[in-house]
């Protein structure tokens, strides 16, 4: 049986595998998928993909040691 908890902006009781961790309205809140989807605007993601330069990788070239 999976652990259920509240979405902290509807209420709903929702799998807590289900609930996304995000930063809504200024606060980190745990909320359900319909959430996430109705509240875009209001979500700010914490770790979004960076739009400017991808996939910058440090170098593992032996001379970078």
Excluded at 18 to 25: E, H, K, P, S, Y
Excluded at 36 to 42: C, I, L, P, Y
């Amino acid at each position: 049986m999976a652990v259920m908890r509240r979405c902290e902006n509807c209420g709903r009781e929702t799998p807590i595998y289900r609930l996304a961790g995000v930063i809504l309205d200024g606060r980190i809140a745990e909320i359900c998928p319909r959430c996430v989807s109705t509240e875009a605007e209001r979500i700010e993601v914490p770790y979004a993909p960076r739009t400017d330069q991808g996939a910058i990788q440090p170098s593992t070239g032996r001379e970078a040691w």
